[in-house]
Every structure is written in structure tokens, then in C-alpha cells.
T-cell receptor, first 112, second 115 residues
Framework: GNSVTQMEGPVTLSEEAFLTINCTYT??????LFWYVQYPGEGLQLLLKATKADDKGSNKGFEATYRKETTSFHLEKGSVQVSDSAVYFC???????????FGSGTKLNVKP | DVKVTQSSRYLVKRTGEKVFLECVQDMDHENMFWYRQDPGLGLRLIYFSYDVKMKEKGDIPEGYSVSREKKERFSLILESASTNQTSMYLCASSLIAGASTDTQYFGPGTRLTVL
């Protein structure tokens, strides 16, 4: 079956530090992969996505590359800001099932 | 921009009450979803609908029902609320994709407390 596993949080970093949040997946077909972000008190917002192997999604300084060989979609940012503090969810969508599979979320705390 | 709205941000109900959570999207999306979000468990799919009057059970449908009478509106119903249904409820919508991808758009969430 399909599933998404992401690193447990919370992750605490100082401002301007490098961020990596690991995400690996299991899928029966050829999924699309997503990162969503949830700021305190809000719903989820799409951060970036990639639809096929070797695609790189990017937005707001965040990047993730779809790696089929390692079934991974790790989220990275070169220099985090306090305003990046949020919960980050990795997700996959597979056409045959027409539903999303979400990871459990990773909370990021960025300290000034 | 796609807009998904939910009828309440915060709701407090008593055990045994019937509770309605409403969700409306304005982009003519085919699919609509209800999730609950609990600490350490991430998002869990309760029900989804891919067309008017159609519904499919998700991973945790017990204790819930849904209604989709119009394309833009998807309601989640707790027939008899219980304390273990205290949670954040998130509605989402997506356009049916004919090819290879789809994106879900989320509402702001309703934090339900059942006393």
C-alpha cells in the first residue's frame, strides 16, 4: 500500500541555519509528491510539488527533489527565518486511488 | 485563487449533540475531503466525495457521516458527538486530474471541542 514517513520533530534551528526535513514514501505506482505547510492556527497550504522522478519543486526558498531510486522527497532550505516556524507535511497522491497520503508532520521551530 | 471556507473556526458542543461542519469551495472542484488532525497522528481521512451525492469512506469513518447535495458544499455530520471526536477538522478540495497530478486546497480548519 501507499504510505509516507517523515522525520519526527520538533526540529529546532537558529535563524539562518540550513534545514533538511526527511521524507520517504512507499507507492504502488507513480505518485506525485507534495510538501504542505501549516502555520499556527491555520489550515494547510501547498508549499511545493513534483510530479515525476528527478523533478525539483521549489517555492519561497524551499526545495525538494523527487528521487525515485531512494523513494525520497526531502525538504531543504538554505537559510531559515523565524517566520518559517510551522508544521511541515509530506504527502503523496496517486491517480489510481484518487486520494492523498500524508505524513505525520514535522514541527519546525526557528529561534532568532 | 482557490478559496475553501469552513463555517466555524472554533466550536464547543456537548456529548450526544448532533454536530454539522460545513465546507464550501468556490472553484468548481470535483473532489472534496474531510480530515481530522490530531497531535502525533497527522491527518487522517474521514470521508471524501468525488461528485454530487457521491461519497467514499476514508480511513476513519466511524461516528461520522457526510452530505454533498451541491458541488460546492460538503458537510461533515457527527450524529452523536463524543469526547474522542474533539479534534481539528480540515476540509479540502481538488480538481479531478486527467493525467498525473492533483493538488488539494485546504480550509482554515474547525477546532471542535466536545465536553
Amino acid at each position: 500500500g501507499n504510505s509516507v514517513t517523515q522525520m519526527e520533530g520538533p526540529v529546532t534551528l537558529s535563524e539562518e541555519a540550513f534545514l533538511t526535513i526527511n521524507c520517504t514514501y512507499t507507492a504502488t505506482g507513480y505518485p506525485s509528491l507534495f510538501w504542505y505547510v501549516q502555520y499556527p492556527g491555520e489550515g494547510l497550504q501547498l508549499l511545493l510539488k513534483a510530479t515525476k522522478a528527478d523533478d525539483k519543486g521549489s517555492n519561497k526558498g524551499f526545495e525538494a527533489t523527487y528521487r525515485k531510486e531512494t523513494t525520497s522527497f526531502h525538504l531543504e532550505k538554505g537559510s531559515v527565518q523565524v517566520s518559517d516556524s510551522a508544521v511541515y507535511f509530506c504527502a503523496l497522491w496517486e491517480y489510481n486511488f484518487n486520494k492523498f497520503y500524508f505524513g505525520s508532520g514535522t514541527k519546525l521551530n526557528v529561534k532568532p | 485563487d482557490v478559496k475553501v471556507t469552513q463555517s466555524s473556526r472554533y466550536l464547543v458542543k456537548r456529548t450526544g449533540e448532533k454536530v454539522f461542519l460545513e465546507c464550501v469551495q468556490d472553484m468548481d472542484h470535483e473532489n472534496m475531503f474531510w480530515y481530522r488532525q490530531d497531535p502525533g497522528l497527522g491527518l487522517r481521512l474521514i470521508y471524501f466525495s468525488y461528485d454530487v451525492k457521491m461519497k467514499e469512506k476514508g480511513d476513519i469513518p466511524e461516528g461520522y457521516s457526510v452530505s454533498r447535495e451541491k458541488k460546492e458544499r460538503f458537510s461533515l455530520i457527527l450524529e452523536s458527538a463524543s469526547t474522542n471526536q474533539t479534534s481539528m477538522y480540515l476540509c479540502a478540495s481538488s480538481l479531478i486530474a486527467g493525467a498525473s497530478t492533483d493538488t488539494q486546497y485546504f480550509g482554515p480548519g474547525t477546532r471542535l471541542t466536545v465536553l
